[in-house]
């Protein structure tokens, strides 16, 4: 059995894909010839389709573009380029910051949920992953459900329980989306100035919302890359390293790809003297580290500890924020503004914030660098499928610990109040029964087994700059319930236990109350932009 599920494409279609994409039948390729407008709008479409990215291009966007100029191109067997002076500059005198000027739009499909968080580790990239949120899993892709297929497991003792079982879930998926939807259409209330496609489409995002909890973290996504030639190196170097085999194959199909458009950036990524060196040295630190805290921590019990815990803060941040504020307004040492701001009355902090916030419009208006002055480090047990959400903001620093059932799960009150509570549960066991019969043999594909539901811990610091962009996004109505409940504690502790009253309401477009149905107010504005095409 095949790892990906092949297109088939005419040829009539593969004669036009061949100029655009570096391959015609892999799971990873880059995008070239195509203005950037182009390659940005496809990748936006991206995350809401169940199509792949050369199927969304043919039926939705070839139409619109001129390209009998591109006929004779052939971007599959790489493209010509001037390379001799990006050899001498990059390879052999080693200047980095040449590979910074040369971006690729990369397509990385059918990758399992637990390699997506592998390859978005890096921060000087952008990302769009496909959405568990506005699609739904019960398609299947050449003839199978969506999760991935390890090789190693599928040729082991395992392998037919663990199709087995994965199907099994898939199928408690598909029949927990139509009960729960149909109940959410019975029991809410349709607006009548509200179209019947406004309120379908709102009702069933409410329904994913309730049943992504049962998909495994194997359930397959596509995700769209544009890095830098430095940023590339940075991930692949990474990724050869890394303990789990889907992404050190991954790492191999990606640097043919790469190779294909910039491949003077990439040329120490599998030299044994250069990234070959960088690999074994990360790997090195990561198993000794491994196994050193492993015999001081093995024994030790798991105490019990609320959600989300703000671990670390500055009691004196405010008035570093304040002095932070001031400094680029004088000429005096930091020292000393910060000396001068201690002796300062509260209302003369109030109106030097106030003067700096100004007034927010949108939660695009955004205070400058001062409120990074302010550090704050929270650790969180979530269900995975908001930590999915929550790990996509990578201007913070964010670890975590490896995904197992071993902290339980969330079960959302819609699945209850739908009646489909032992549905729910009966996956959770399957899940949970998979994972442990898997994880002595394949310590790092056991976490394939583990569903959305399950929760999994881990750490988030970041500056108060930065926590009112994710805070306010993170809370904003068409937000998942789960991770909008991380968010708003988040807040809560921010100006309750750290005492930083006027960071906290300074967020002031933070929204509180939960809408009936999240994705309403969204589908009503999507409605209204295609009205008015």
């Not at 570096?22 to 940005?40: M, R, W």
């Not at 002095?323 to 000429?331: G, Q, V």
């Not at 739908?418 to 994972?435: C, I, N, P, W, Y």
């Not at 960071?503 to 109350?513: F, G, I, N, R």
């Amino acid at each position: 059995m095949t790892v990906y599920a092949p297109e088939e494409f005419t040829a009539e279609e593969s004669e036009v894909l061949r100029r655009y994409f570096t391959n015609l039948d892999g799971p990873v390729f880059a995008l070239v010839n195509l203005p950037e407008v182009v390659k940005g709008a496809l990748f936006a479409r991206y995350s809401r389709t169940h199509k792949s990215l050369r199927r969304l291009f043919l039926d939705e966007f070839v139409g619109d573009l001129d390209i009998a100029g591109d006929q004779g191109v052939d971007a599959t067997i790489g493209l010509e380029r001037a390379e001799e002076l990006y050899e001498k500059v990059f390879f052999e005198y080693g200047d980095d910051s040449v590979a910074q000027l040369g971006g690729v739009h990369l397509a990385c499909e059918q990758s399992s949920n637990v390699l997506t968080k592998i390859l978005e580790w890096g921060r000087l990239a952008s990302y769009l992953e496909q959405s568990t949120r506005y699609i739904a899993y019960d398609a299947r892709l050449a003839g199978r459900y969506r999760f991935y297929r390890d090789p190693e497991v599928l040729n082991s003792r395992y392998g037919t329980r663990y199709v087995g079982d994965m199907d099994r879930m898939f199928d408690s998926y598909s029949q927990l989306m139509e009960k729960v939807t149909d109940h959410v259409r019975a029991s809410i209330k349709r607006d009548p100035a509200d179209s019947d496609f406004v309120f379908r489409m709102a009702t069933r995002a409410k329904a994913l919302d309730a049943v992504r909890g049962v998909l495994p973290a194997a359930s397959l996504s596509n995700v769209g890359i544009y890095g830098s030639g430095q940023s590339y190196e940075a991930m692949l170097i990474r990724m050869r390293s890394h303990p789990l085999p889907e992404a050190r194959h991954y790492a191999d199909l990606m640097l043919e790809e790469l190779r294909k458009v910039i491949p003077s950036f990439l040329k120490r990524v599998d030299l044994a003297d250069r990234g070959g060196r960088w690999s074994d040295y990360l790997s090195d630190t990561r198993e000794s580290t491994s196994e050193l805290v492993g015999g001081l921590f093995a024994e030790t019990p798991v105490d019990h500890s609320p959600p989300v815990v703000l671990t670390d803060f500055d009691p004196e941040g405010e008035d570093k924020l304040i002095a932070a504020i001031c400094y680029s307004h004088t000429s005096l040492p930091e020292t000393q503004i910060m000396q001068r701001v201690q002796r300062m009355s509260h209302a003369e902090k109030v109106a030097i914030l106030k003067a700096y916030i100004g007034d927010r419009e949108n939660r695009r208006h955004r205070p400058g660098r001062a409120f990074e002055r302010i550090d704050y480090r929270f650790d969180v047990l979530s269900d995975y499928g908001a930590f999915r959400d929550m790990q996509r903001h990578r201007m913070l620093t964010i670890e975590w610990q490896p995904l197992t059932p071993n902290h339980g799960y969330t079960r959302p009150d819609l699945i209850d109040e739908a009646g489909q509570t032992a549905a729910f549960d009966e996956v959770m066991s399957r899940s949970a029964g998979l994972f442990d019969a898997m994880k002595p043999d394949f310590p790092q594909q056991a976490s394939y087994a583990v569903s959305m539901a399950y929760r999994v811990r881990y750490v988030m610091q970041f500056n108060a700059r930065e926590a009112m962009h994710m805070l306010e996004l993170r809370s904003s109505p068409q937000g998942h319930p789960a991770y909008r409940r991380v968010a708003l504690e988040m807040h809560r502790l921010i100006g309750e236990q750290a005492g930083h009253q006027a960071v906290a309401e300074a967020m002031t477009h933070l929204t509180v109350e939960a809408p009936e149905l999240e994705r309403l107010a969204a589908e009503r504005r999507a409605e209204s932009r295609r009205g008015g095409q």
